[in-house]
T-cell receptor, first 114, second 113 residues
Framework: DVKVTQSSRYLVKRTGEKVFLECVQDMDHENMFWYRQDPGLGLRLIYFSYDVKMKEKGDIPEGYSVSREKKERFSLILESASTNQTSMYLCASSVTRGVYEKLFFGSGTQLSVL | EDKVVQSPLSLVVHEGDTVTLNCSYE??????LLWYKQEKKAPTFLFML??SGIEKKSGRLSSILDKKELFSILNITATQTGDSAVYLC?????????????WGLGTSLAVNP
């Protein structure tokens, strides 16, 4: 079974802190994605990557950056956390470039910014 | 504006009931419609539909797409408490040179014993 692992289930940070959310997949998938999920807004794509060191902006990239130094690892960075970044963050991966249908999701990180 | 609308937003049923969840969409350059089940936190893939009228089935779950009327339904027969989850619908479409996935807000299903 594909496993997508997010490093933290719950995280509490202070406004202005730099926050790293880590995601690792173990099935050699090319595509990796970061979403945030908010009540009433659904899943929104922040960034995705289809190869090592490649990244593409999603629908809401402002305030975020990403890093993909190794194929299996995709990190989401909040340079200076703000309260409006309190959310559930979901990482996902899919097999090959251009295949976005079957996504494998991690269990999510609930981030609270105080 | 591209959108995916799911209904109802929430549903409470008793074990053994049959439920039908709805997903309607408005997108240009449609490619496929997907259903996911989200228990606790991680959504898991259920079905991908690309052609009208062809039912996809997995155990007690089935789904069908109507590309003319722009909607899909997800049926769950003989519901069990383990079916309690949020069911998400998403539509993949071409946007210029890219593909985009747009998600509905989900239907929260609670199955009571």
């Amino acid at each position: 079974d594909v496993k997508v692992t997010q490093s933290s289930r719950y995280l509490v940070k202070r406004t202005g802190e730099k926050v790293f959310l880590e995601c690792v997949q173990d099935m050699d998938h090319e595509n990796m994605f970061w979403y945030r999920q908010d009540p009433g807004l659904g899943l929104r794509l922040i960034y995705f990557s289809y190869d090592v060191k490649m990244k593409e902006k999603g629908d809401i990239p402002e305030g975020y950056s990403v890093s993909r130094e190794k194929k299996e690892r995709f990190s989401l960075i909040l340079e200076s956390a703000s309260t409006n970044q309190t959310s559930m963050y979901l990482c996902a991966s899919s097999v090959t470039r251009g295949v976005y249908e079957k996504l494998f999701f991690g269990s999510g990180t609930q981030l609270s910014v105080l | 504006e591209d959108k995916v609308v799911q209904s109802p937003l929430s549903l409470v049923v008793h074990e053994g009931d049959t439920v039908t969840l709805n997903c309607s969409y408005e997108v240009t350059n449609f490619r496929s419609l997907l259903w996911y089940k989200q228990e606790k936190k991680a959504p898991t893939f259920l079905f991908m539909l690309t052609s009208s009228g062809i039912e996809k089935k997995s155990g007690r779950l089935s789904s069908i797409l109507d590309k003319k009327e722009l909607f899909s339904i997800l049926n769950i027969t003989a519901t069990q408490t383990g079916d309690s989850a949020v069911y998400l619908c998403a539509v993949l479409y071409n946007a210029g040179n890219n593909r985009k996935l747009i998600w509905g807000l989900g239907t929260s299903l609670a199955v009571n014993p």
